[in-house]
T-cell receptor, first 114, second 114 residues
Framework: GAGVSQSPRYKVTKRGQDVALRCDPI?????LYWYRQALGQGPEFLTY????????KSGLPNDRFSAERPEGSISTLTIQRTEQRDSAMYRC????????????FGNGTRLTVT | AQTVTQSQPEMSVQEAETVTLSCTYD???????LFWYKQPPSRQMILVIR??????QNATENRFSVNFQKAAKSFSLKISDSQLGDAAMYFC???????????FGKGTKLTVNP
């Protein structure tokens, strides 16, 4: 079926606004991951879910960042009171049986905070 | 904390030639996985090859192979018979067994010259 879908592809927002980034994983994939990639850097882990349970949120930079996956499928990453330093590519990935099955990454959401 | 170092920000290779991308990592764990991901201009993130630390045999996938030196904590990627479509950013990544978190290096930009 289709790959991991992320929306929007691009988001420009003003400093102080809240944003919600959506990830629709591959159907049936148990695990879902969020990564952030700054320009010129490799992706950096934020958080991940198995089904609807958030297993690890150690990579979330501060309490302005939160994520949920209420029905074990679609996930939303929310950034409150955005700051310019939040500008980055936000990538979602899913996997059916990690680490034996590979991560499938979405094409990301490019967030720009002005 | 585990770290992944890619010491070559940029590399170039002539079409049909062979190129090796370097990666070193730092860990005190014995159970882990290593990966190479390719990120072409299309923004995708594509798994190229993976290696389980407990396997002594180097992984190969068609024209891609790794040189895994566990004692030296080195994991280089060799691309044989380079093709124009191999041009991309290449990221080395580490995953501690059971963590489900990938730690990425900063990447190497590979240019393939016709």
């Amino acid at each position: 079926g289709a790959g991991v879908s992320q929306s929007p592809r691009y988001k420009v927002t003003k400093r102080g606004q809240d944003v919600a980034l959506r990830c629709d994983p591959i159907s049936g994939h148990v695990s879902l991951y969020w990564y952030r990639q700054a320009l010129g850097q490799g992706p950096e882990f934020l958080t991940y879910f198995n089904y609807e349970a958030q297993q690890d949120k150690s990579g979330l930079p501060n309490d302005r960042f939160s994520a949920e996956r209420p029905e074990g499928s679609i996930s939303t990453l929310t950034i409150q009171r955005t700051e310019q330093r939040d500008s980055a590519m936000y990538r979602c990935a899913s996997s059916s049986n990690p680490p034996y099955s590979p991560l499938h990454f979405g094409n990301g959401t490019r967030l720009t905070v002005t | 904390a585990q770290t992944v170092t890619q010491s070559q920000p940029e590399m170039s290779v002539q079409e049909a030639e062979t190129v090796t991308l370097s990666c070193t990592y730092d860990t005190s764990e014995s159970d882990y996985y290593l990966f190479w991901y390719k990120q072409p201009p299309s923004r995708q993130m594509i798994l190229v090859i993976r290696q389980e630390a407990y396997k002594q045999q180097n992984a190969t996938e068609n024209r891609f192979s790794v040189n895994f030196q566990k004692a030296a904590k080195s994991f280089s990627l060799k691309i044989s018979d380079s093709q124009l479509g191999d041009a991309a950013m290449y990221f080395c990544a580490y995953e501690q067994g059971g963590s489900e978190k990938l730690v990425f290096g900063k990447g190497t930009k590979l240019t393939v010259n016709p």
